[in-house]
């Protein structure tokens, strides 16, 4: 790439490739890694390609999923993006409202492009206030017919944070009275178990349709899947065709993530713990503020009172001379001089204290 | 699944696993075999996983392929039903004009959940005779505004026929006379070089775009390409993304592909010589007929003077004993009581000559 920013992002995504631990997410391995590991998972279980989307491994996995989420079906999807458009159409045929609710930074809002204006001409409606979980009361102040509402668990971009257990079951009974369905967004939803101390299905109870991911926590190579009512799920899979979506052959998405998902799901609490206790270290710091306070999730965010460029260099010293990577994406906050920047609490950060850990952050903040 | 159907149609899958020979196509590779390959093809050429479809691999790829089409730039896509809906919907909005042409048998009409209709709106509209290539004459019938015109090559549907070269350059000049953007369902369009006798890029000259599969004579395991003008190719990323069709990562789909690329094309014209000598050797078995009569690539269509059903268990017979799969998806016919099945004319049939072949077939045909 020619232009100054593509070649500085190229030699940032160098320099991470070349440091020896990564503070965020989980640790990830190779292609050439990937794929060995992948082949032998093939091997031990008989693993065969599906065509179009049938096969073994695939209806397995998707039964399993579907379980643990307390849904009749669910549907393996290239992305979360395209899981989410065919759930909002649905619910708008449904309904016949070519319209839906959804928290202010849903991702469809933000980071698809407008694809369900562009392609459907459907109209999101912002609800409740961009720095909170969406509410019950939220709700009550929307007096336009919906189609559905999108909620988000755990909400990304205020660091995962969740409602609480009695606001979201306040939340899916207005939503229950109304007939209005409720659609997750769970693509972090793997993530919340922790806080809830209750499982996936219940969780999801209530909601008529959840889109997970299959590789942000998982780790998979791509892909999600959408889990609802059987008749949804098999028309979803008509959608799916219709965009594109129904590869001759899902079979390294679906192995990749279907080989590590009882392991990470077993690791979330812990990730979680950890968030708790490197979150009360970072308090600690000066400079330094964490959104929320408290994680609710294995995620936060840690805003710094210092410009993003200079936390970014200060990030890429660290990065050249020790070969660790202590921040990810380094981006300005609203508050002038102050940045942020989003860590996601994976294995790496379960096996590094915080008497390790903390001096990096110190130094991103400029101490 | 429970159905008769369904439970036949997976007995017959593990039928065709346990052969250890399959006449149409490539050779292919378990799950397992394949992940293990395209690992040594990563390490040797030290690939890097793409991050939402920017990365080495992919850029150079897709280098690759606009320069052999002798196009701009091109696209990685998840499927050529994305690719060819997104070049749909980019010269709709070029000309204004809801409305497309196309063959009678075109993919988007067939095989896609009138995805184009669903999603956009559009009107596509058949253009020629659904029994030989798409003609200028059929162009000049044409009375109405058209987006663009869909022309397939080779025509699937009918055994892989293409226009003779002087028929294609008058489609060509006619479109242009019109300023009628052509774009080409080019799924198999490597395989149309050998009757020709020309390169791919001067097959492609006068298309203003061209899909082309990554998996089905290619090998790997999903994917396609759009290639075409850079401003019209950025401007399909940005539908890609709307689609859902920019998975996280493309690098199994795209490595898979990449590592057999050269190999495959090189082997498409012993492939084409051996279908013109297979099907010299098909003509003379009773009961047999072909479309077309000489193959114009290393695909055709065989027809059987016998039920499909029949002949479906001739071929798992043979199979059964002889752990050689002859045939594959075998249907009925317009014809009552004929049957026909298409068949590729891969690597494996270039170890087999006739006189091991023929008798199978005739087998097929109920002698």
Redesign the interface.
Known sequence: MPDPTGNLAAVRHRLR?GCSVAFPGFRTL???????A???W??ANG???DQYGQGDLLAAFEGTVAGLLGKQAAAF???????Q?IALRLWAEVSGAPRFGMPHTAHVALH????YQ??FNFHGVPVGDRRRPLLARDLAAVAQPLACLLVELPLREIGGQLPDWDELQALKDLARSRQLPLHMDGARLWESRAYYGRGYAEIAAGFASVYVSL?KGIGG???AMLAGDADFIANAR??Q?????????????A?TAAMRFETRLSQMDACYRRALDLAAGLAGLPGIRLNPAVPQTNMLHIFFDRPAEAVAEARDAIAHTQRCWVAGEIRAADVPGWSVTELYVGDTLLDLDNAHVLPYFARLAGA
């Open positions: 490739l190779t292609p050439a890694e990937e794929f060995r992948v082949a032998d093939c091997d693993i065969d390609h999807m290239p992305s979360g993006v395209m899981a458009l698809e492009e407008e694809a562009a392609l590789y190579i791509a892909g008509l959608w065709r219709r965009l594109g979506g129904t590869l001759v052959r899902q079979s390294p998405m192995a």
